[in-house]
Structure formats: structure tokens, C-alpha cells
């Protein structure tokens, strides 16, 4: 490479005043893109997006509806399975025990379908209380505990005066403990099976649903009427009276029982309304006993069928059941309506 100097020709020295030149601009150009470049990348951003965060809304919290299936208690024993002794009463209660389930909650507290005779399994833990929640306005008669050394149990009254509720509180002092607890109140028997487990796991509460007065209180508010209307549907030259009322005498034992040859009519006390009505089963040809629709009027039950054999129940322990049973004249009655429209 040549060294530039003196000995340069003078020819040569526009073109090399060129090439610098155009070697000055196109540096300059070059920087200033890079320097407009730095610029545009640098510039703060205008418009802003917010980052697509999670939702944060609180969750949803279902109330599961209680479960509303009513077994029927069978009205004869189950047929032997081969065991005896032992066996037959772990197989027994095994089959009786009731549960607690992720439907049966709400919020803490677990709800089991009121059953006779059925084992409600509660979980308690040591420094904690788990409350037995009775149904409003039922009243305490007594309660039993299998151990009530290393197990502290009382009961306890809250609520106004128009709608008082009990409620039997257990805990126990150690873990690894089982006992059972027998509940009598005025209208049922509860048995409960309580274990203590180690930790912070324990039921806070549980209560009942209770199916069959669930069934009574829907047909109650089916009932737009009142006696008066009974009278005005129904022709006197049409009524039979050929029912038998047997069984118990609670205070809402039926008066008497009757039919117009299309539905049945069964009338109680005056009183009614005061107390807890009972649930009519109608009894069917193998002695099984079913649920049936009525309405209640005033103190009247409307059935929409003719009935041969029905109970009333109420209760457990002792249950109170009062049995209606079509007399013979039932039959001839509907001979004579058929003669009446065929002379």
C-alpha cells in the first residue's frame, strides 16, 4: 500500500479528494441511521396492555340441596343370609351406618336423612366441640354416652322464644376413642356413633333433614281450603261412612273417615294446626306400605282414590300409628252407586 505524501501525483488528487469525501458521507449517513435507529427503539411506548392476569372474583359457593330419598321401613324381617350371631349384627350395622358425604354439607355442617334406626357416624378431634343440632322447637328428653369418662358431652338451648333449638355438644379428651350416643327427644330416637381422631379434622356440626315431614308440609301448602269447602263439594246422598279407626290415641287420632265414591276425606280435631301432622301411608295388598298424595284442608286430608287400608304415623320410640280400614259396606257402597246409574 502506498503511503500518501509529496510524491502523489497532482493529476491524482481530485479523485482522492472524491473518495474521501464520498467516504465522509456515507459515514455520516450510516451514523446518523444508526443514531435515528437507537432513537426509535429507545422511544417509550404510547399504548399499554395489561398482562392477561387470572381471574379474581370470589368463588361461587353452591348450597347442595339436601338429599330428600326416604327409605321405608320394611314391614317384614329380610329373609335369613346365613350369618347368625357376630356377624348378623356387625352386617347389620354396617348396612344401618350413615356417612358423612361432600353433598351432605353445607358450609360445615353435615346433613344425614333422617332414618329409625339408622347409625350417624360423627368425627371428633381432642380441643375441639362438634354440635349435635336437634330440629327447631324439638325438646330434649335425655341423653346416654357408652363412655362418659374420657368423653365430656352437654346440651344447650339458643334461639327466640317462638323458635327454640337444642343442640348436644361432645368432645373428647384424646384421640383414638369410640363410644355411641342415644338422643331421645319428644318426637325421635337419634343414634349416633362418635370416634376421636389425631389432628384438626372434626365435625363441626351436623343436623337432619327430615323427608317425611318434608312430604307433610308440601301437602299442607297444596291446601287452599278450609272444611267450609268440603261441605261444598261434596253431596251428603253420596258420603260412606264404612271405615274402622283403630290403633293408638294420640291427641291427633282422626274423627271419623269417609268417601263421596271418588276420593276419601279424613277429618281431625280441631287442633290440627297446633301440632306436627302425620304422614299417610296407604297399605297395599302384601302389607307394603307407600307414601300417597292428599291435600290438606283445614283439618280435613283429600286423598283422590278410594282406600282400603291406610296408617297414619308419627314418631319413633314408641312410633304412634293409627290404622284406617274400609269396612265391608265399602264395596257394597260402590255396588249400590253402580245400581243407582244402572236401574
Keep these: ?60 359457593v353452591l348450597t347442595p340441596p339436601p338429599p330428600s330419598q326416604l327409605r321405608q321401613l320394611p314391614q317384614t324381617r329380610a329373609p335369613a343370609s346365613g350369618v347368625i350371631g357376630v356377624q348378623a349384627i356387625q352386617a347389620a350395622n354396617s348396612g344401618a351406618r350413615q356417612r358423612s358425604t361432600p353433598a351432605g354439607f353445607i358450609n360445615a355442617v353435615q346433613y344425614f336423612d333422617y332414618m329409625p334406626g339408622a347409625l350417624y357416624e360423627v368425627y371428633t378431634a381432642p380441643g375441639y366441640v362438634t354440635t349435635i343440632s336437634l330440629q327447631p322447637d324439638e325438646k330434649l328428653i335425655t ?30 379428651i384424646r384421640p383414638d376413642l369410640r363410644t355411641n350416643l342415644v338422643i331421645t327427644t ?35 301448602s297444596r291446601g287452599t281450603g278450609d272444611s ?20 293408638d290415641k294420640p291427641r291427633w287420632r282422626p274423627l271419623r273417615v269417609f268417601d263421596d265414591g271418588r276420593k276419601t276425606y279424613i277429618e281431625f280435631p280441631p287442633n290440627l294446626g297446633t301440632m306436627e301432622a302425620p304422614p299417610l301411608f296407604v297399605i297395599g295388598r302384601h302389607g307394603d306400605a307407600q307414601l300417597v298424595n292428599y291435600r290438606v284442608r283445614g ?7 278410594l282406600i282400603d287400608r291406610a296408617e297414619l304415623r308419627l314418631g319413633e320410640a314408641p312410633q304412634q300409628i293409627v290404622r284406617i280400614t274400609a269396612k265391608e259396606q265399602h264395596q257394597s257402597h260402590d255396588q249400590h252407586a253402580a245400581y243407582q246409574a244402572y236401574p
Design 143 to 172: 341423653y346416654a354416652a357408652g363412655d362418659t369418662v374420657r368423653w365430656v358431652i352437654g346440651d344447650v338451648t339458643g334461639g327466640s322464644p317462638a323458635g327454640q333449638q337444642t343442640h348436644v355438644l361432645i368432645k373428647p
Design 1 to 60: 500500500m502506498r503511503a500518501w505524501g509529496a510524491s502523489t501525483p497532482k493529476k491524482e488528487l481530485p479523485m482522492v479528494r472524491t473518495a474521501i469525501f464520498v467516504c465522509f458521507v456515507a459515514t455520516g449517513l450510516t451514523a446518523c441511521d444508526s443514531l435515528h435507529g437507537s432513537s426509535h427503539r429507545d422511544e417509550a411506548p404510547t399504548q399499554f396492555v395489561s398482562a392477561n392476569l387470572a381471574a379474581t372474583t370470589d368463588p361461587l
Design 299 to 305: 283439618r280435613y286430608y283429600e286423598i283422590d282414590r
Design 186 to 220: 319428644d318426637r325421635r330416637v337419634y343414634l349416633v356413633e362418635a370416634r376421636s381422631i389425631q389432628g384438626n379434622t372434626y365435625n363441626a356440626a351436623i343436623g337432619w333433614n327430615y323427608p317425611q315431614q318434608s312430604l307433610v308440609q308440601h301437602a299442607s
Design 228 to 247: 267450609s269447602s268440603i261441605a261444598r263439594h261434596v253431596a251428603l246422598k253420596d258420603l260412606n261412612f264404612g271405615y274402622e279407626i283403630s290403633g
